[in-house]
């Protein structure tokens, strides 16, 4: 008989589930803490967490450009500007990336300056 | 020898995976989260029942229309125009506490100073300066005695107007924490960008964080670490005008019927009471700097407030880290 506490194989599933636990842990806060700073005309207009699940969105002062936040990542989905720069920037989800409208004077920017962070008011 | 291995794996291995799993549960309260806009500002609900988030969100828009003294549909709109009205408990409520406030600590800030307040809201939408002889007047018609309330029968007299401006937000959420206590909600954020609640406890049992932004629009001031309580900003931010170069806040010095050249640019106050804390960030604000000492050594209230130069002023026994 093995008087060994743990067998190998024993060991192993161990090491297997924590590293299971932690991959799961990893997923599910990656973007925990991350924020949209949407901005129009250099004001903030609104903070998204990226921790929502999925929604399609627009920010009042700012017409006729939507946002959608999916993934833990924001994205312009539409904007009727000439360019379309906003939309073209793509999916941003990296803290100090940007989105920027200029013919909307509308940035988007991630920060994780909220993590641990209940609320910001002013 | 065997079975002895199994149960140990059978007990160590869930063991493992719960106190893991727990932890990468979130500590805050995400789970309900959503946003409207009322009062002129977006609102974020977040607590930790649904219901309870409904129900909060259905009431801010019902006090949203009775608070509204812009807007065609408002409540308070309506008041101003009809002179007198029987209104409904929500905006009864917000005149007779908000009018108790201004007897108790100072009628620098009074609901019934609407003749002044919209007046300049107009010029900021105009982008034209009042005439001096309209200030002067509409500074008469202020003075919550102007205000008759019998049951929820309202009349003005005079050119008195209300506007709900400086209590609005204040007292959504005290009534938003009733609604709260009623349900099962244990803890829960109600945000309106400038007041906001923090209410009961968060799972882990740490305080609340919250940031005070830059009014500058660049970062944060500094972070303060509070346990549930009611908090309300008042400062220029971004809600001013320019006329021929000169900026105007949006918060008018009843005083002298112009909008406040106060020396602060950012003033939070934290209380056990929403209007509380709205009106006061308002009037400390409007006081500037000689006036602030008095407010930083109450026992109902703490004051985290900024002045042009930087300088901060925090009241004793608040927990308040600079950036």
Known sequence: ?122 | MFLKFFSFKIIVIPALMISLFSCSMPSEVKNNSSEIFVMDTMCSISTDSKQASAEVSSALKDMNTAFDSCGEKGEAFRLNKKRSAKCSDYLCGLINDSMRLSAAYSDNVEISSGAVTLLWKEAGKSLKLPKQSETKDALASIGDNLICTDGNNISLSDGCKIDTGAFAKGYALDKCKDILDKSKCKSAVISMTSSVLLYGEKSDGSDFNVQIRNPDGNGFLGTVNVKSCFLSTSGGYERFFTIDGKNYCHIIDLSTGYPSESDLTSVTVFCQSGILSDYLSTLIFIGGTKNINRFLSSDDFKVAAFDKNGKSYISRNLDFKAV
């Open chain 1, 1 to 122: 008989m093995n008087t060994r506490f743990l067998k190998l194989s024993e060991a192993l599933i161990i090491i297997i589930v924590i590293l299971l636990c932690l991959l799961i842990i990893f997923l599910r806060n990656g973007n925990n803490g991350k924020s949209a700073i949407i901005s129009i005309n250099g004001k903030t207009a609104a903070v998204i967490p990226l921790s929502k699940e999925s929604e399609h969105f627009s920010v009042k002062g700012a017409d006729n450009i939507f946002f959608t936040v999916h993934n833990g990542c924001i994205y312009v989905d539409s904007s009727d500007c000439t360019d379309k720069i906003c939309m073209k920037t793509g999916k941003i989800n990296k803290c100090g990336e940007s989105i920027i409208c200029l013919p909307k004077k509308v940035s988007v920017t991630i920060s994780d300056s909220t993590e641990n962070t209940d609320v910001i008011v002013g």
